[in-house]
Each structure stands twice: as C-alpha cells, then as structure tokens.
C-alpha cells in the first residue's frame, strides 16, 4: 500500500511543513520525508502520534476504509 501517499496528505491538508510536524511528533524531518515517499514505515508509536496529532483514527491516517460486514 502506499501510506507515504496518505501521510502526505494528511501533513498537507493541515498546512505544515514537514519539518513542524517532524516537532510535534518527536522526529525528524528526514523522517517524515522517506515515510511520505514510502521508504521507510513509522513504527506504531510514530503512527498513533500522528494520529493524535491530527486527531483522526489510525485507519484514517492510512486511508484505510474498513467496514465490517458481519
């Protein structure tokens, strides 16, 4: 999947740079840059930091539309 893509996304619907939100988060912005272009995956701590930080779900943070047909 490309989360990279997501990430982008996300960073970019809010307006910040790569290097603020590598502050908010506690990375830095090398980081964030080989996630959105997918060379590197953010952990799961890195992930549920930037969900936090956007205050979305991490499905949202990954584009993942999940529906549970049970």
């Known amino acids: 999947m490309n989360y990279g893509k997501e990430l982008k996304a996300h960073r970019e619907s809010k307006n910040i ?12 912005q090398a980081t964030i840059s080989l996630w959105e272009d997918n060379k590197r995956t953010p952990t799961i701590d890195n992930c549920v930091a930037m969900a936090d930080f956007y205050e979305i779900t991490l499905d949202e943070l990954i584009g993942r539309d999940f529906k549970k047909n049970w």
């Open 17 to 28: 740079s790569q290097s603020e939100l590598a502050k908010k988060i506690g990375v830095n």
